[in-house]
């Protein structure tokens, strides 16, 4: 995928990882300006193509790639673990590399072919700190404040973890959008509820920020393995059943570790008439 000329259109790729769904714009040899409209079009599942995140590679001189992401709503995402993980695969595919490093916000990652068509990727140290998450004000982030008692995490982008009894009886429709905007966030959060089902295996599903339910996260993933360590509830390395599949974590003294599958779905091409109707 090289040509994004506006003129004729502009290129795109779909890809997903565990049903956490990107669309991709390369503007590493044709600039493209993504504005917070644009994402916002192309998120809409009916009018446009449909995404959880949208990923836009660039050009850097401190890694492989860069990557700067938006959710549905336009808004900007620091990290977006899935994504980074389905670049990665297509780069390394690209490249015959077996390990790509990606600027982000959340700093420069590092992915890396696991083997049996799975990728792995270094979503670095979680934001343990209220100030760092950030949170408004001094609290312990191991225990909010909140109804429900549940921990807060960075991973580039904050995150509110509950861990319940029984994760169907949690309506996420309501409790999702109820805590996004909760005061004590004021970059507002992901929201996950998580449940133990085994010994360092965990089921959780997820509310982002700036996009509603998603099938999975890779950041919300690592939020929960980092939570749960912290609770004393698993060991450092964990397995995550979501709603779209499952994920493995890893929480190294060098930084979280997630491995799990992707999927490059197609190649596609933005007409020019779409276009013209942001303009």
């Known amino acids: 995928m090289k040509d994004n000329s506006t003129q004729n259109g502009l290129a795109f790729m779909k890809m997903h990882g565990l049903g956490n769904d990107f669309v991709v714009i390369d503007a590493r040899e044709n600039a493209v300006d ?6 916002r079009a192309l998120a809409d599942r009916h009018c446009g193509v449909g995404f959880d995140q949208l990923a836009v590679i660039q050009t850097s001189d401190q890694a492989d790639v860069a990557l700067t992401f938006f959710n549905a709503d336009g808004s900007h995402s ?6 980074t993980r389905c670049i990665a695969r297509y780069e390394m595919n690209r490249s015959a590399k077996a390990e790509m490093r990606l600027k982000t916000e959340h700093g420069v990652l590092l992915a890396q072919d696991a083997g049996n068509g799975l990728t792995r990727v270094n979503m670095g140290h979680p934001q343990l700190d209220w100030q760092d998450i950030p949170l408004l004000e001094q609290m312990d982030t191991l225990k909010l404040p909140i109804e429900g008692d549940p921990v807060a995490t960075g991973m580039g982008n904050p995150h509110c973890t509950f ?7 949690v309506k996420l429709e309501t409790f999702g959008p109820h805590h996004e905007y909760h005061s004590l966030y004021p970059q507002r959060t992901n929201v996950q ?14 509310w982002e920020r700036g996009t509603g339910i ?7 993933s690592c939020a929960v393995a980092v939570a749960a360590a912290r609770r004393g509830l698993t060991g450092r390395r964990v397995t995550i059943d979501l709603d779209g599949g499952r994920i493995d974590v890893e929480w190294r003294d060098d930084g979280v570790w997630m491995t ?6 197609f190649n596609g091409r933005l007409s020019a008439e779409f276009l013209a109707t942001l303009q």
């Open 214 to 220: 998603t099938l999975a996260s890779g950041s919300s």
């Open 260 to 265: 799990g599958p992707t999927m490059h779905v």
């Open 193 to 206: 509820i998580a449940q133990i089902i085994g010994a360092d295996h965990l089921r959780m599903r997820v």
């Open 34 to 39: 993504v504005s917070a409209g644009l994402a």
């Open 78 to 83: 620091a990290a977006c673990g899935n994504a």
């Open 163 to 169: 861990f319940v009894d029984d994760i169907d009886a």
